[in-house]
């Protein structure tokens, strides 16, 4: 049965990813990567420039379409602010525990991409922090939240979920709802609106 030019790149990437994690990059070799994929360098060659290309491969899904996901949320109108925003945050966290080993990788490997996977990285990132940033500052201004420095909060948000990818020994015991229920309760205390004693 022939293999679709997307299902091998789907394949690629995968054994890609496993090469990288288990290896670093500069241990990477193309002939092993070529032999677990059961195709000849020159087959795999057609799907990549150079090396490099493998490691935007195993980098490109960390953050999939997570940023649009959350989009979805902010424009939902089922739900009040404050939900919204506990809910993204939710999401985002899950979705970096599921990614936990890409974004390891990305910091470990970061001074091996190409500027322009730079750039699109530093791009998703930053539109995923602005999402927060949007919905934080929001709450701000229609009183739901208290004065923070919407900025920083919604970068501590993107931060948290990089937690168990750099302090991994230091969480790996702690369940994932326990992790997500902890950070995502950190945030939404730290955004209380303070009640005057009466």
């Known amino acids: 049965m022939r293999v679709s030019r997307e299902e091998r790149l789907s394949q690629l990437q995968a054994v890609a990813t496993r090469h990288i ?3 670093g990059f500069d241990s990477v ?3 092993e990567l070529a032999e677990d994929l059961g195709m000849s360098v020159g ?3 057609r799907y990549i420039q150079t090396k490099s290309d493998l490691l935007v491969m195993a980098c490109e899904n960390i953050y999939g379409g997570l940023r649009e996901t959350l989009a979805e949320i902010t424009t939902s109108g089922e739900r009040e602010l404050p939900e919204k925003l506990r809910l993204m945050i939710e999401v985002y966290l899950r979705e970096c525990l599921r990614n936990r080993e890409q974004i390891l990788l ?3 490997e970061y001074r ?3 500027e322009d996977a730079h750039r699109r990285y530093k791009e998703r990132e930053l539109g995923i922090t602005g999402l927060f940033a949007d919905v934080i500052g929001v709450g701000v201004r229609h009183g739901l939240f208290r004065d923070v420095h919407v900025q920083l909060l919604a970068q501590d948000v993107v931060l948290l979920g990089h937690l168990p990818a750099l302090k991994g020994w ?3 015991d702690v369940e994932s709802d326990v992790f997500v229920g902890e950070h ?3 945030i939404m205390t730290r955004l209380e609106v303070e009640t005057s004693a009466k």
């Open 184 to 186: 995502v309760a950190l």
């Open 106 to 108: 990305m910091y470990r």
């Open 112 to 114: 091996h991409l190409p």
């Open 43 to 45: 087959g795999l060659y």
């Open 21 to 23: 994690i288990e290896r």
């Open 170 to 172: 230091a969480v790996k």
């Open 29 to 31: 070799s193309v002939n």
